[in-house]
């Protein structure tokens, strides 16, 4: 197969497991996935039809009382898909990216945004990057004057902004 359709064969369970994992209508969502030979993490975020906000993966099982272990089977099923989507990069010999984000619409708008900064080897710890993804992908503003100066540090050092 080639790398490509494996690629979207990837892109679309990833989008049908996150569907899955959230309990009510949404408009959109961002997947993300950080990945490295030593482990990982993945989450998203959904924009709720119902209060046009975004709520937070990890909230989802106490906001809905769904099952935590359930919930976190489907979270163990994201990395794994992940996971699978870094190793074609390895089999197809591209450069391995550290993390990406899939966003999809609920009118079928996609896209995927690949980061090859090793952010283990950085000052940015995860609030930090978590923050920092927040700012670039949700446009939310920093709530304070520290997470101002976080991003703005951030924009200084990596100027094309690759989070």
Do not use: C, H
């Amino acid at each position: 197969m080639q790398m490509e359709s494996q690629l979207q064969e990837l892109y679309q369970e990833i989008a049908e497991t996150v569907n899955n994992m959230i309990p009510e209508e949404w408009g959109k969502f961002y997947f993300y996935a950080q990945i490295d030979e030593s482990g990982g993490r993945v989450y998203f975020f959904y924009k709720s039809i119902r209060d046009n906000s975004y709520t937070y993966s990890l909230d989802i099982p106490k906001q809905f009382n769904i099952s935590e272990l359930e919930f976190n089977n489907e979270e163990d099923k994201l990395f794994e898909l992940s996971e699978q989507l870094r190793e074609i990069f390895k089999e197809n010999n591209q450069e391995l990216w550290y993390s990406f984000t899939l966003m999809l619409e609920q009118t079928g708008k996609f896209s995927v945004s690949f980061d090859y900064t090793d952010w283990l080897n950085t000052d940015y710890g995860f609030v930090a990057q978590k923050k920092i993804w927040k700012y670039k992908y949700l446009d939310e503003a920093p709530a304070d004057e520290k997470t101002k100066s976080l991003i703005d540090q951030y924009l200084k050092e990596y100027p094309n902004n690759p989070i």
